[in-house]
């Protein structure tokens, strides 16, 4: 990547993920090549709430966050979200958005906003492993989790970066 390129962390979190009563959260830190940290997270919206909406979802609205096409260096500790973009989507694709065996692929919905925000910036995906001390991904963790838990959105900008959006 280049020196103009923006580093992301993205987190999702999932209390009772998958039930009935599951509330999930998204969170996201941008570092922009002019020195800006953007800190976004919200709750996820729906009745289908899992860790991995919350995944997809922190890793769209990072990419969402810029307006205008930029280069990324996105990093997620979701071996779905990494794997995903990095081996799986180009099969889903080729096979009209299926899975092996014409199976029904998981997060439609969520995995065609990836593609077209994947056409729109040039991004390199990251693994890193949850947990391990990562501060990047400890503060999305944070973020992610907070917002599953209270339902409530949070955006910090320090640093005013034009590109960035609201």
């Given amino acids: ?28 830190i941008l570092h922009s090549p002019q020195g800006a940290t953007l800190e976004i ?28 096409p930029a280069h990324f260096d996105l990093t997620s500790d979701s071996d779905y979200v990494v794997k995903g973009i990095n081996e799986w989507m180009e099969g889903w694709k080729a096979r009209g958005w299926k899975k092996a065996a014409n199976k029904p692929l998981d997060n439609l919905d969520l995995w065609l906003e990836v593609d077209r925000l994947l056409a729109f910036h040039q991004v390199k995906v990251n693994w890193v492993k949850g947990h391990s001390g990562h501060t990047g991904n400890e503060k999305a963790n944070t973020l992610a989790e907070n917002a599953a838990m209270f339902q409530k959105p949070h955006r910090v900008l320090t640093n005013a970066d034009p590109v960035v959006t609201a």
Avoid: F, H
Avoid at 45 to 66: H, P, S, Y
């Fill in 1 to 28: 990547m280049t020196s103009n390129t923006y580093i992301a962390y993205v987190d999702g979190a999932c209390i009772n993920n998958g039930k009935a009563n599951a509330r999930g959260g998204w969170g996201a």
């Fill in 41 to 68: 997270a919200g709750p996820l919206d729906g009745e289908r709430q899992t860790n991995q909406r919350a995944e997809l979802t922190a890793a769209i609205m990072a990419l969402k966050a810029v307006s205008k």
